[in-house]
């Protein structure tokens, strides 16, 4: 089945150039008590842009929801939680006023296109290759630093839709 071979090794070499971001910036996890955060990425901003998203992904491995209501870092004014969401036939981005559920053993990935993490009234720009801190505030797991990795401007996670762009 020579087909199917060349087809698995050409779906593990796009998933290995995918990742290959990620592991040229080293990998990043972080635990907060039942919770696992990975992966903290953001993309660099075109020249003066005000405002900058943030990414990783998160797993809560305990018996109990927990809720990410929110973010703080040094790079900007304020952050806030965003989700996108359809809006009379146009994606939109909004705040989550309640925050960001993780249920019970469920995993949650903040990706273009999906939830993120949207640090506003940006003090200056990111520049690919640089990383800054920010703290994660938890519900019940409490406040967790984390390094974001800042990649390439276009950067995408696999799977990311393509209606916006933030
Ligand atoms: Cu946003």
């Known amino acids: 089945m020579k087909f199917r071979v060349s087809t698995v090794l050409a779906a593990a070499g796009l998933a290995a150039l995918a990742w290959l971001p990620a592991l040229a910036q080293g990998v990043s996890e972080y635990a907060a008590g039942k919770l696992r955060i990975e992966r903290p990425w953001s993309r660099a901003t075109p020249r003066s842009a005000p405002v900058a998203a943030g990414y990783f992904k998160i797993t809560n491995a305990g018996a109990e929801a927990d809720r990410l209501t929110g973010v703080v870092s040094d790079i ?4 806030t939680i965003h989700e996108m969401a359809m809006e009379a036939g146009v994606m939109k981005m909004r705040a989550l006023a309640n925050g960001l559920e ?4 469920a995993s949650v990935e903040l990706k273009p296109g999906g939830f993120h993490l949207m640090f506003e009234d940006l003090k200056a720009g990111l520049t690919e290759g640089q990383s800054f801190k920010a703290a ?3 519900e019940k797991a409490g406040r967790v630093e984390v390094d974001f990795a ?3 401007l276009g950067a995408a996670a696999p799977g990311a839709g393509q209606s916006h762009q933030h």
Request: charged share 5%; proline share 7%.
């Open 76 to 79: 900007s004014g304020h952050s």
């Open 102 to 105: 993780i249920k019970p053993g």
């Open 136 to 138: 994660l505030i938890f």
């Open 150 to 152: 800042v990649m390439a």
